[in-house]
Nanobody, 115 residues
Framework: QAQLVESGGGLVQPGGSLRLSCVAS????????MNWYRQAPGKEHELVGE????????NYADSVKGRFTISRNNVKNAMYLEMSSLKPDDTAVYYC????????WGQGTQVIVAA
């Protein structure tokens, strides 16, 4: 069964950093482009960024460009989101998903940016 599990969230002060992980199982991870999304309270899912299957190309939402970096390790079936210079507006539950044939949303990982 295809599955994605996010982890690494937590409480961080404005200006701080966090590294989120997304571990895949049950499907050939290296064949899929992947996205990071986030959902703030009361809002729709927002696309944070994406990475192609080889990891050689990434794209980011304007709101995170220059602060967030997506990477992946296809040997470990994992994708990462390095977040720096965090702002209160980055507070959300963060999710990962496949670009092609997205899976049902997982539990996500909560990020709270507050003093």
């Amino acid at each position: 069964q295809a599955q994605l599990v996010e982890s690494g969230g937590g409480l961080v002060q404005p200006g701080g950093s966090l590294r989120l992980s997304c571990v895949a199982s049950g499907f050939p991870f290296g064949n899929y482009g992947m996205n990071w999304y986030r959902q703030a309270p009361g809002k729709e899912h927002e696309l944070v960024g994406e990475i192609i299957d080889t990891g050689m190309l990434t794209n980011y939402a304007d709101s995170v460009k220059g602060r967030f970096t997506i990477s992946r390790n296809n040997v470990k079936n994992a994708m990462y989101l390095e977040m720096s210079s965090l702002k209160p507006d980055d507070t959300a539950v963060y999710y990962c998903n496949r670009i092609q044939r997205p899976l049902p949303w997982g539990q996500g990982t909560q990020v709270i940016v507050a003093a």
